[in-house]
């Protein structure tokens, strides 16, 4: 199916009940989307609900990208949380514009999810990558880690602390990147993502498309007391 199919879908499936009440959460989109995913279900359509602190993402299993949905609740009183897709596309806007691009998962805006002619839930493409904590298990991450010769393992190190984002990127991540892109591209991505305040890069955040290692969160996270 086209994107604008399966977007078809999705809007005309979509329960608005529980949105119209308290804004884009977690549990208002798991509740909105509930009969969009049984539908999918229905027609053979393979496709999961992802969440995080600050966005949803509907991934489907045989398409190469995913719709993604910022979260809109309010942090404080009078406070809304960021766009943190708006922040996304902006970013990968930046990062075409400084020619790293290659090392983050396309995003753009794509288009509202309408209710009674109401733009309701804001809607984001993003091109699918496979998060590096679902292809290597923590048992895998760490004998991957005891195989690298101490050297190795600072040498990395020493890469990833020289920005204040990366250092807290999975090292074996790091060298995929280093064998992928070259070792003069670690410098580029490691200013582009502190220029622009990018940290959470974690193994749920980081990942492969194909064999490109990709970063596919990168809108940073601001909690509260930052
Ligand atoms: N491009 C993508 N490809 C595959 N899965 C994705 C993609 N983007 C998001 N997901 C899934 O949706 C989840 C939430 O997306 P994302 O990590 O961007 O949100 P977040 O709220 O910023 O997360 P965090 O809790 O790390 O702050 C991810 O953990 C992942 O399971
Ligand atoms: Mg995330």
Redesign the pocket.
């Known amino acids: 199916m086209t994107s604008r199919e399966l977007f078809e879908i999705i809007e005309k499936k979509t329960d608005f009940t529980d949105i119209t009440e308290e804004g884009i959460n977690e549990y208002s989109i798991c509740s909105a989307f509930a009969p969009v995913l049984e539908y999918f279900k229905s027609i053979g359509v393979h496709v999961?609900?992802?969440?995080?602190?600050?966005?949803?993402?509907l991934?489907f299993a045989d398409e190469d990208?995913?719709f993604?949905i910022p979260?809109d609740y309010e942090v404080s009183e009078g406070i809304e949380l960021d766009d943190?897709?708006a922040i996304?596309a902006e970013y990968y806007h930046d990062a075409e514009i400084d020619g790293v691009d290659a090392y983050f998962?396309k995003?753009y805006f794509y288009d509202f999810i309408r209710h009674d002619g109401h733009k309701v839930i804001p809607v984001y493409y993003?091109?699918?990558?496979?998060?590096l904590d679902?292809t290597q298990s923590i048992g895998e991450y760490y004998a991957e880690m005891d195989s690298l010769s101490t050297e190795k393992k600072q040498e990395l190190f020493a890469k990833t602390s020289n920005y204040w984002g990366t250092s807290r990127l999975s090292i074996f991540w790091v060298q995929k990147f280093i064998d992928y892109y070259g070792e003069d591209a670690y410098p580029a991505f490691g200013t582009f993502i502190d220029n622009h305040s990018i940290n959470?890069l974690?193994r749920?955040?980081v990942?492969f498309?194909g064999d490109r290692p990709?970063v596919?969160?990168?809108?940073g996270?601001e909690d509260g007391d930052s």
């Open positions: 999961y609900l992802g969440t995080g602190v600050s966005k949803a993402a991934v990208f995913v993604k979260f943190y897709c996304e998962a995003t993003q091109e699918k990558a496979t998060p679902e959470d974690h749920g955040n990942g498309i990709v596919f969160d990168y809108s996270y």
